[in-house]
């Protein structure tokens, strides 16, 4: 059975799990994988808001080691894109208030 690491950007304290053991993004950078350990499953929890953010780093990073990670890097992306995506909604009154060649009817 795959151990599961829990990969925060900063662990609190008080927080334990006995099912899982809980570490930084720093701790998961420097010390993971040990020589000689089987394979982990990675719980990634840090914040994958932006490109190139530790949460983006820390899935493509287990996931270059081999760990079974969860998000993947692909759905990271995937989930990015479809926010983006949506964001024309957001501009909509300004692209109807523009001066276009198609006014917007809604």
């Known amino acids: 059975m795959l151990k599961t690491l829990v990969v925060v950007d900063a662990p ?3 927080l334990v799990m006995d ?3 809980i570490i930084s993004f720093d ?3 420097s010390d993971y994988p040990k020589l000689g350990q089987a394979k982990r499953r990675v719980l990634n929890l840090c914040d994958t808001e932006h490109y190139l953010s530790k949460g ?3 899935s493509l990073l287990a996931e270059a080691r081999q760990h079974k990670v969860l998000p993947s890097v692909q759905t990271i992306n995937e989930l990015r894109q ?3 995506d949506a ?5 909509l009154p300004a692209i ?3 001066d276009s060649l ?3 009817s809604v």
């Open 87 to 91: 964001d024309w909604w957001i501009d």
């Open 27 to 29: 701790t998961y950078l």
């Open 82 to 84: 479809t926010s983006q």
């Open 12 to 14: 609190a304290a008080d």
């Open 96 to 98: 109807c208030s523009s």
């Open 56 to 58: 983006y780093y820390c």
């Open 19 to 21: 099912a899982a053991e």
């Open 102 to 104: 198609h006014p917007c």
